[in-house]
């Protein structure tokens, strides 16, 4: 493998409880590593981590443990920042165009911004960028858009503005956070192919953040399956959504939905509770040993993937088993 992009060490970010003096983990001990022009989704259910992962990468908000590397220089931690001359690097697609675009601006101004931060203050270069930009996106004539507002166009123009903001200053690291999720079926499709074009033609780095497996598979050369802060599963897309391991994947992966099949999802037996020790999908899961309630499961290598369980481990067919099989 080529050198990596970006390669995250054992990210972990903590948030206190309001009310309360507890804190939990929405990012828990989470690695990735991606080399040049790959699309890695980060893929799971809301409320597992997923944006807060994505938030440490680009340097949102600090890591409370764990080690961000660009190229191979160690550029975020707990108590480091990175660099200005190194944030034009990165960028990100937020979730909500109608909430991550000014609404009091012209886009010819919300596409400048970025640039005019860097240093590029000259007219007709700050002209060039938002036209080449606003074409990029498919939004032509360049001179129709320029001067609108954001109420002005439609939610999937605003997504199209959205994503030329994030493009304008060329990154190499790109975290698309639901860029679809927003959209019509019938506008999905097309942004899809979209994204695509664009992460191909300048080779951007792409961690693609969606709850939406389908959308993922078609995107992306890797997954990392995420639940309650922690990887439970990665592997090259094709595997994983064909072929899923652990109990979380498989269910995730049953809930996509497809014409003329009913939805048949596995049995959840538990309600999704807080495991101090454990794994994390014991309280959930349709398949579970002694030893789940007690002690995290390391990494097991099934086939192409990495698996999270311990249905997988040596020795697991000697542990009592609890649940009701999978």
């Keep these: ?7 995250a060490r054992n990210i972990v ?6 009310g309360s003096n507890t804190s939990f983990n929405a990012v828990n001990n989470v690695s990735l590593q991606s080399k040049r022009g790959e699309i890695v989704g980060l893929v ?28 191979g220089e160690k550029i975020i931690d707990s108590k480091t920042n990175l660099k200005k001359n190194l944030r034009r690097s990165f960028s990100m697609i937020f979730q909500d165009p109608y909430e991550s675009l000014n609404p009091v601006k012209r886009v010819y101004d919300i596409l400048a911004f970025p640039p005019r931060v860097h240093g590029i203050k ?24 320029v001067d609108k507002y ?8 605003r997504q199209r503005v959205a994503i030329a903001r994030s493009i304008i200053l060329r990154p190499e690291f790109l975290v698309a956070d639901e ?7 019938s506008l999905k499709l097309g ?5 695509l074009e664009i992460i191909k033609k300048h080779e951007m780095t792409t961690l693609l953040i969606t709850h939406d497996l389908a959308v993922a598979a078609m995107m992306c050369n890797r997954l990392l399956v995420m639940y309650k802060g922690a990887i439970v599963e990665t592997g090259p897309s094709a595997e994983i959504v064909n072929n899923p391991k652990h109990p979380y994947s498989k269910a995730l992966v049953a809930a996509i939905p497809t014409l003329g099949r009913k939805l048949s999802l596995p049995e959840l037996v538990g309600e999704s509770g807080e495991m101090n020790v454990g794994c994390k999908y014991y309280p959930r899961c349709p398949a579970r040993f002694d030893r789940c309630a007690k002690e995290m499961p390391r990494d097991f290598p099934v086939g192409e993937s990495l ?20």
């Excluded at 981590?49 to 680009?58: H, I, Y």
């Excluded at 109420?151 to 123009?157: A, K, P, R, T």
Aim: charged residues 20%; negative net charge; hydrophobic residues 35%.
């Design 122 to 145: 000259e007219r007709k270069q700050l002209d060039e960028m938002v036209v080449s930009a606003l074409e990029e996106v498919k939004l032509t004539p360049a001179a129709d858009f």
């Design 191 to 195: 942004m899809i192919n979209l994204l």
């Design 44 to 71: 799971g259910e809301s409320g597992s981590g997923k944006t807060t992962f994505g938030r440490v990468l680009v340097n949102l908000i600090p890591p409370n443990a764990g080690t961000v590397y660009f190229h």
């Design 13 to 18: 970010r903590t948030f206190s409880q309001r």
């Design 1 to 7: 493998m080529s050198e990596s992009v970006i390669e």
């Design 307 to 326: 698996v999270k369980c311990f249905l997988y481990g040596s020795g697991s067919e000697d542990t009592k088993f609890e649940g009701t099989g999978s």
């Design 179 to 185: 860029a679809t999720s927003m959209l019509d079926a």
């Design 150 to 157: 954001p109420l002005q166009i439609s939610g999937g123009q």
